[in-house]
């Protein structure tokens, strides 16, 4: 079965770093668009980056040039490299892919920032 999961979160200083992985299992990869979305309290799930099988990279306003969505499909894994993190990042991230038709999600992993 398809399968996405996230690991990478946690909590992290204004201006830091952190990598998100996305491990996925059960469809066919490397022909498959993954997005990262992200959700924080209280407000809509929201698109923050999106890499097409192709490599065509999509970001959000609100994070362009401090976001950096990359895979890797010998490993079947995706990753969101996030640099100068800012309080308003604070959220529970989900990797997505749509899969003949049904979209996917990994079960999120929580990023926090704050001093």
């Known amino acids: 079965q398809v399968q996405l999961v996230e690991s990478g979160g946690g909590l992290v200083h204004p201006g830091g770093s952190l990598r998100l992985s996305c491990a996925a299992s059960g469809f066919s990869f490397s022909t498959s668009t993954i997005d990262w979305y992200r959700q924080a309290a209280g407000k809509e799930r929201d698109m923050v980056a999106a890499?097409?099988?192709?490599?065509?990279?999509y970001y959000a306003d609100s994070v362009k040039g401090r976001f950096t969505i990359s895979r890797d499909n010998d490993k079947n894994m995706a990753y969101l490299q996030m640099n100068n993190l800012k309080p308003e990042d604070t959220a529970v991230y989900y990797c997505?892919?749509?899969?003949?038709?049904?979209?996917?999600w990994g079960q999120g992993t929580q990023v926090t920032v704050s001093s």
């Open positions: 890499i097409s099988n192709s490599r065509r990279t």
């Open positions: 997505h892919s749509v899969v003949l038709g049904r979209d996917y």
